[in-house]
């Protein structure tokens, strides 16, 4: 079988005063850097009766810092020639942009002003709740299969607010939201000491250290919030929903099974990652095979642990692995969960063949060093992955340890599904 | 509730892991809160290219990037208008071309693709059909060779082929449900009129009617080399890849002789009415704007792009300013421009909630007839000017975007000088060409206006702003 090329991008770190961590990992390729600052707060700490504010509060960092006016973050940034986002998740909020190396020190500065003195206005902040309105709108409301699975699975597999509550939030939450709330989260969570500074691209580690002390060693440090544990027990029965579209053409549901603790337990985590690429990876995976290329009769299904689409390495416990499916009605959703049943059957009881094995920790190992290519993207993965499990080192090692899945492990975890109590979420067309 | 023994564990790794800490001596001084300087604007340096002409016709284009080990692979190939009038064959041919050959059934293929890390797969573009893929560097020979026995073996079973319009007539349902696909299809209609451009999305009914027959007949026509690019990037040494392409593609040769890929130029559109496309009870309105821009390559093309970047083609706009962090109306309120072959085309987009549409129009046409009237200032200018240069570099800094570029380029005909050209003559476009190629792009009476929306509650007030058609 082909190894699997190692490739040496060594982070360094350090710690300033305040707590603030701060990794470089310099790669001169091409003259431009990525800047990310992630902090280790998302939707699952929200307080109850503030569905979205996690989301909200994330689009009130660009609206302004004691030296950065409304709209200027993104001028600076787009006039240096960069780019810049920002993204919220169950357990992290993410802030980050890419610019010509010559301007690295601009987006420190800018970092650093709205950690250390943003300012939230009234205007601000309802101008904010009508985009964020207009953002649902876009992305669940107006269109078919809006929020499928991501805000409707984990309302079924889950019971606790922090787990099971919408992350986008509901319109009378977002509308409630008030200033003096957004002081406090702030105050609470975007600390130093609870967020990771990344600097990845052409620079190096001294100057990174010497420009992240000069910025942020002086924003004051504070206490670094309690968050979580929020630990469910799994299911102790099926649960099953069917829910209506009116906008869908055609029908599809999500499967949610349990994995392990996705930090506490990694290398376990690891076979059910591997199992969700057995399951539904390429074309030549076992569900696509049989459901979509053998029996003909679903359109499309695709398997992925975490809740939010693409974050298996940037969640804690607990968290699912989904198999989500959609097809044409030719077959019923009992009929294609017996076949996936089958199918996950015949792996916990042959388990994989070892070139099949093979094939999902390559394509897996492409699509890992392909997720880095970016330097935007490389600077917040590997902030995400120092914020959730402590070590960003852990990006380029995941080829190696996913490798190290043997095929009994691989049988372990597929019964351990067959065995759960599984969520199906059902979503039916209006009118069937 | 116990504390999480793994998140202390977690902590606790960490700083295990930690390389020894580099500390100021306290107490910090204060942060300086003036704007760090962010360096002379500079034309980036070009990607080193390599360029080859292959035997039946290819034409080779490869950049060494060892940035991540990995290869990016593309094959990009122009259709006729015949094939763009009538689409649904074409769809069904990228998909089925991986559904067997003579050495693989469809599973065993994308078994021997994913062996090596890699994908393989193609897309059709409003003129092309780009053949995709990435795979770990150490296995390009091994993906070229699958490429081209898909391209010289593809076998259309029949079974597969039925199966693959099937699912295609599903997503296509599915896409037309999408109320943005809507909006794009009622704007290249209006835009492009009878140009093969304003062809639809093709309907499931001709989606369903393709054969195995029509596929075998249209593979050689498409799957030409005489008029195909190959792009390859990554972590590769350039002259060994190109003598790798060369002997793997020799086995691809022309079967028999097909006409140039011809298309008709792109004509202005005819303005007229303002199109309402009825979506009862949808709770926004995808408002489009469009009209027809300068293409790439094209001497007024930098000015052009400068004046689009500054209306809505990044945050920072006058579009962004006023439609989102004024009035809150929509999340995503932003411009674009498409090249194609025959010609190139702005597009001017918003989804606000249905409430407001009246106003977000009258917005909307207030910044086009303000930027085409009073044109821009200096400093907003400038802002573009490091913008563009800024996006360019980075649309070529990743592999999959170096060779998106790069395939896109050639399959246009634009001379690659135009790699170092861009953005010199960004650089230095003036004020006064860039508030021309407004007057002459972005003037609201050069544009056509599609809406797609609730007809109950948006007729009202887009009438009050002129002209409404609805369409049925």
Same mark, same amino acid.
């Given at each position: 079988?082909?190894?699997?090329?190692?490739?040496?991008?060594?982070?360094?770190?350090?710690?300033?005063?305040?707590?603030?961590?701060?990794?470089?990992?310099?790669?001169?390729?091409?003259?431009?850097?990525?800047?990310?600052?992630?902090?280790?707060?998302?939707?699952?700490?929200?307080?109850?009766?503030?569905?979205g504010f996690?989301h909200l509060f994330e689009h009130m960092m660009f609206q302004g810092s004691?030296?950065?006016g409304k709209m200027e973050h993104g001028?600076?940034?787009?006039?240096?020639?960069?780019?810049?986002?920002?993204?919220?998740?169950?357990?992290?909020?993410?802030?980050?942009?890419?610019?010509?190396?010559?301007?690295?020190?601009?987006?420190?500065?800018?970092?650093?002003?709205?950690?250390?003195?943003l300012s939230v206005s009234e205007e601000n902040l309802r101008n904010q709740v009508d985009v964020v309105k207009e953002e649902i709108r876009?992305?669940?409301?107006?269109?078919?299969?809006?929020?499928?699975?991501?805000?409707?699975?984990?309302?079924?597999?889950?019971?606790?607010?922090?787990?099971?509550?919408?992350?986008?939030g509901?319109f009378?939450?977002l509308e409630e939201a008030t200033v003096?709330e957004s002081?406090?989260?702030?105050?609470?969570?975007?600390?130093?000491?609870?967020?990771?500074?990344?600097?990845?691209?052409?620079?190096?580690?001294?100057?990174?250290?010497?420009?992240?002390?000069?910025?942020?060693?002086?924003?004051?440090?504070?206490?670094?919030?309690?968050?979580?544990?929020?630990?469910?027990?799994?299911?102790?029965?099926?649960?099953?929903?069917?829910?209506?579209?009116?906008?869908?053409?055609?029908?599809?549901?999500?499967?949610?099974?349990?994995?392990?603790?996705?930090?506490?337990?990694?290398?376990?985590?690891?076979?059910?990652?591997?199992?969700?690429?057995?399951?539904?990876?390429?074309?030549?995976?076992?569900?696509?095979?049989?459901?979509?290329?053998?029996?003909?009769?679903?359109?499309?299904?695709?398997?992925?642990?975490?809740?939010?689409?693409?974050?298996?390495?940037?969640?804690?416990?607990?968290?699912?692995?989904?198999?989500?499916?959609?097809?044409?009605?030719?077959?019923?959703?009992?009929?294609?969960?017996?076949?996936?049943?089958?199918?996950?059957?015949?792996?916990?009881?042959?388990?994989?063949?070892?070139?099949?094995?093979?094939?999902?920790?390559?394509?897996?190992?492409?699509?890992?060093?392909?997720?880095?290519?970016?330097?935007?993207?490389?600077?917040?993965?590997?902030?995400?992955?120092?914020?959730?499990?402590?070590?960003?080192?852990?990006?380029?090692?995941?080829?190696?340890?996913?490798?190290?899945?043997?095929?009994?492990?691989?049988?372990?975890?597929?019964?351990?599904?067959?065995?759960?109590?599984?969520?199906?979420?059902?979503?039916?067309?209006?009118?069937? | 509730?116990?504390?999480?023994?793994?998140?202390?564990?977690?902590?606790?790794?960490?700083?295990?892991?930690?390389?020894?800490?580099?500390?100021?001596?306290?107490?910090?001084?204060?942060?300086?809160?003036?704007?760090?300087?962010?360096?002379?604007?500079?034309?980036?340096?070009?990607?080193?290219?390599?360029?080859?002409?292959?035997?039946?016709?290819?034409?080779?284009?490869?950049?060494?990037?060892?940035?991540?080990?990995?290869?990016?692979?593309?094959?990009?190939?122009?259709?006729?208008?015949?094939?763009?009038?009538?689409?649904?064959?074409?769809?069904?041919?990228?998909?089925?071309?991986?559904?067997?050959?003579?050495?693989?059934?469809?599973?065993?293929?994308?078994?021997?693709?994913?062996?090596?890390?890699?994908?393989?797969?193609?897309?059709?573009?409003?003129?092309?059909?780009?053949?995709?893929?990435?795979?770990?560097?150490?296995?390009?020979?091994?993906?070229?060779?699958?490429?081209?026995?898909?391209?010289?073996?593809?076998?259309?079973?029949?079974?597969?082929?039925?199966?693959?319009?099937?699912?295609?007539?599903?997503?296509?349902?599915?896409?037309?449900?999408?109320?943005?696909?809507?909006?794009?299809?009622?704007?290249?209609?209006?835009?492009?009129?009878?140009? @093969?451009? /304003?062809? *639809?999305? +093709?309907? %499931?009914?001709? #989606?369903?009617?393709?054969? !195995?027959?029509?596929?075998?007949? =249209?593979?050689?026509?498409?799957?030409?080399?005489?008029?195909?690019?190959?792009?390859?990037?990554?972590?590769?040494?350039?002259?060994?890849?190109?003598?790798?392409?060369?002997?793997?593609?020799?086995?691809?040769?022309?079967?028999?002789?097909?006409?140039?890929?011809?298309?008709? @130029?792109? /004509?202005? *559109?005819? +303005?007229? %009415?303002?199109? #309402?496309?009825?979506?009862? !009870?949808?709770?926004?309105?995808? =408002?489009?704007?469009?009209?027809?821009?300068?293409?790439?390559?094209?001497?007024?093309?930098?000015?052009?792009?400068?004046?689009?970047?500054?209306?809505?083609?990044?945050f920072s706009?006058?579009i962004v300013a006023n439609i989102r962090e004024r009035n809150g109306y929509s999340y995503s309120p932003?411009?674009?421009?498409?090249?194609?072959?025959?010609?190139?085309?702005?597009?001017?987009?918003a989804?606000v909630a249905?409430g407001v549409?009246?106003p977000a129009?009258?917005e909307?046409?207030?910044?086009?007839?303000?930027?085409?009237?009073?044109?821009?200032?200096?400093?907003?200018?400038?802002?573009?000017?490091?913008?563009?240069?800024?996006?360019?570099?980075?649309?070529?800094?990743?592999?999959?975007?170096?060779?998106?570029?790069?395939?896109?380029?050639?399959?246009?005909?634009?001379?690659?000088?135009?790699?170092?050209?861009?953005?010199?003559?960004?650089?230095?476009?003036?004020?006064?060409?860039?508030?021309?190629?407004?007057?002459?792009?972005?003037?609201?009476?050069?544009?056509?206006?599609?809406?797609?929306?609730?007809?109950?509650?948006?007729?009202?007030?887009?009438?009050?702003?002129?002209?409404?058609?609805?369409?049925?």
């Open positions: 079988m082909p190894t699997r090329p190692k490739r040496a991008h060594p982070a360094e770190r350090t710690v300033l005063d305040n707590g603030l961590k701060v990794l470089v990992v310099p790669d001169r390729t091409v003259p431009l850097v990525g800047v990310a600052v992630v902090y280790n707060v998302g939707f699952r700490s929200e307080p109850e009766g503030r569905t996690a004691a030296h950065v001028r600076l940034v787009e006039s240096a020639g960069g780019r810049m986002n920002g993204h919220t998740l169950p357990d992290l909020t993410a802030y980050y942009e890419a610019l010509p190396a010559s301007a690295l020190e601009l987006a420190l500065f800018l970092e650093a002003d709205r950690m250390a003195s876009v992305n669940v409301l107006n269109r078919p299969y809006g929020g499928f699975p991501w805000i409707l699975l984990p309302a079924l597999a889950f019971t606790s607010y922090p787990n099971a509550h919408n992350g986008y509901d009378t939450h003096g002081e406090d989260f702030y105050a609470t969570f975007y600390s130093p000491a609870n967020a990771v500074l990344a600097v990845v691209g052409d620079c190096a580690a001294d100057e990174v250290f010497a420009l992240a002390e000069r910025y942020f060693g002086s924003i004051r440090r504070r206490r670094v919030p309690k968050r979580g544990p929020w630990p469910e027990p799994r299911p102790s029965a099926d649960l099953h929903r069917v829910i209506r579209d009116p906008l869908a053409p055609q029908p599809a549901f999500a499967v949610g099974y349990r994995t392990t603790d996705p930090v506490g337990d990694l290398d376990r985590y690891l076979i059910y990652d591997v199992l969700a690429s057995l399951l539904a990876g390429g074309d030549s995976s076992r569900l696509r095979a049989r459901l979509i290329y053998r029996d003909n009769n679903v359109t499309d299904v695709s398997c992925q642990l975490g809740t939010f689409g693409d974050d298996a390495f940037f969640v804690r416990d607990p968290t699912l692995l989904q198999v989500i499916v959609f097809h044409p009605g030719t077959a019923t959703t009992g009929a294609l969960l017996e076949a996936i049943d089958e199918e996950i059957g015949r792996l916990a009881e042959d388990g994989p063949d070892r070139q099949e094995l093979a094939r999902v920790v390559n394509t897996s190992s492409a699509d890992l060093w392909r997720s880095l290519d970016s330097l935007m993207d490389r600077a917040h993965i590997l902030a995400s992955v120092e914020t959730i499990h402590g070590r960003a080192e852990l990006v380029e090692e995941l080829a190696s340890r996913l490798a190290a899945v043997k095929v009994a492990d691989v049988a372990e975890a597929a019964a351990d599904l067959l065995s759960q109590h599984r969520a199906v979420l059902e979503l039916q067309p209006a009118g069937n | 509730m116990a504390p999480n023994p793994a998140k202390r564990a977690t902590a606790k790794t960490a700083a295990a892991q930690r390389a020894p800490a580099k500390r100021a001596a306290p107490p910090a001084p204060a942060r300086p809160t003036t704007r760090p300087p962010i360096g002379r604007l500079v034309a980036p340096t070009a990607p080193r290219l390599l360029e080859a002409s292959l035997p039946g016709g290819i034409h080779a284009l490869v950049v060494r990037r060892p940035s991540v080990p990995l290869v990016e692979v593309r094959l990009a190939l122009p259709l006729a208008a015949d094939q763009i009038r009538k689409p649904a064959p074409v769809s069904i041919l990228s998909r089925s071309l991986f559904a067997g050959t003579d050495r693989h059934d469809r599973v065993a293929l994308a078994g021997a693709i994913e062996d090596l890390g890699a994908s393989l797969d193609a897309h059709v573009g409003e003129d092309r059909v780009i053949l995709s893929g990435a795979v770990l560097a150490e296995h390009l020979k091994e993906l070229l060779a699958l490429l081209v026995e898909v391209i010289t073996s593809a076998s259309y079973p029949p079974d597969e082929v039925k199966a693959d319009r099937n699912r295609a007539a599903d997503e296509t349902l599915i896409a037309l449900s999408q109320p943005d696909v809507v909006a794009a299809q009622a704007l290249r209609r209006r835009l492009f009129g009878t140009h @093969p451009y /304003a062809t *639809p999305i +093709p309907p %499931p009914a001709a #989606l369903r009617r393709v054969d !195995a027959a029509a596929l075998h007949a =249209l593979h050689p026509v498409v799957l030409n080399p005489a008029g195909a690019h190959l792009v390859l990037v990554g972590d590769l040494q350039p002259h060994r890849a190109v003598g790798l392409a060369e002997e793997a593609l020799a086995a691809w040769t022309v079967t028999h002789e097909v006409p140039p890929a011809d298309l008709p @130029p792109v /004509a202005a *559109p005819r +303005p007229g %009415p303002l199109e #309402l496309v009825p979506r009862p !009870a949808s709770v926004q309105s995808n =408002l489009r704007m469009g009209g027809s821009f300068a293409r790439l390559g094209e001497p007024d093309w930098p000015a052009a792009s400068l004046a689009e970047q500054i209306l809505g083609g990044m706009s006058r932003r411009s674009f421009v498409r090249h194609g072959r025959a010609g190139s085309s702005f597009t001017m987009a989804d249905t549409t009246g129009l009258v909307i046409f207030y910044e086009l007839g303000r930027i085409a009237t009073l044109g821009i200032n200096e400093e907003e200018l400038e802002m573009a000017r490091r913008h563009s240069v800024g996006r360019f570099s980075f649309d070529t800094a990743s592999l999959p975007g170096l060779a998106t570029t790069l395939a896109n380029l050639a399959i246009r005909g634009v001379d690659l000088g135009y790699l170092t050209a861009y953005p010199k003559a960004v650089i230095a476009a003036t004020k006064q060409m860039v508030d021309e190629a407004a007057a002459r792009y972005l003037a609201p009476s050069r544009l056509v206006t599609v809406v797609v929306g609730d007809p109950e509650v948006v007729t009202g007030p887009l009438s009050a702003l002129g002209e409404v058609a609805l369409r049925s």
